[in-house]
């Protein structure tokens, strides 16, 4: 074990110190530590946002990386289109726990379309669902198809819904 300075305060510190006693910065004994993970920019931007931005790990700081751009990746993310553990995609989310006008997630918290474990939205499907049209093993909805409850509407809603899809993707007509 070897003594440094803390490249923050300035006091003694273990070479192997995680973090300074005194300042709390984050592995004192690193003159250039950057933090973990990695983040990466597109140069391209929208709006002031980047057209991508890739973050996960945390910053020099110890802070989260939220990546925030029109496509947002990463354990923590905002975006139109965003791919990431927990995130808020305004227009489309992918992740485990997902806010946004469309999702797809564990935890699909949708306006519109939500898939998932647990799905909202007008239209939601999943394990259980809270939503106007809802196909689900149990929930709460206007029009329900789920394992104890078959409401007519929401049956004709899902074989429409079905039918549309067949026709954007070819392979779902075949069988």
């Not at 920019?41 to 890739?54: A, D």
């Not at 227009?91 to 469309?102: A, K």
């Not at 935890?107 to 499907?125: E, S």
Request: with cysteine; proline share 4%; charged share 15%.
């Amino acid at each position: 074990m070897t003594l440094l300075k803390c490249r923050e305060c300035g006091q003694e510190v273990s070479d192997l110190a995680r973090a300074c006693p005194r300042c709390g910065a984050p592995r004192p004994g690193d003159p250039e530590w950057r933090g973990t993970g990695f983040e990466w920019q597109s140069t391209q931007t929208f709006l002031g946002y980047p057209l991508i931005h890739v973050a996960v790990g945390k910053d020099a700081r110890g802070k989260r990386r939220v990546a925030k751009g029109v496509i947002a990746i990463g354990q923590f993310a905002v975006g139109l289109i965003t791919i990431a553990q927990v995130g808020v995609g305004l227009l489309f989310g992918f992740g485990q726990i997902m806010v946004g006008c469309t999702a797809l997630a564990q935890f699909a918290l949708a306006l519109y379309v939500g898939v998932g474990q647990f799905a909202t939205g007008y239209t939601a499907v999943g394990q259980i669902v809270l939503a106007h049209y809802g196909l689900a093993q149990a929930g709460w909805a206007t029009h329900l198809w789920s394992m104890s409850h078959r409401d007519p509407e929401a049956v004709a809603y899902f074989r429409q819904l079905l039918e549309v899809l067949r026709s954007w993707i070819p392979l779902l007509g075949q069988g």
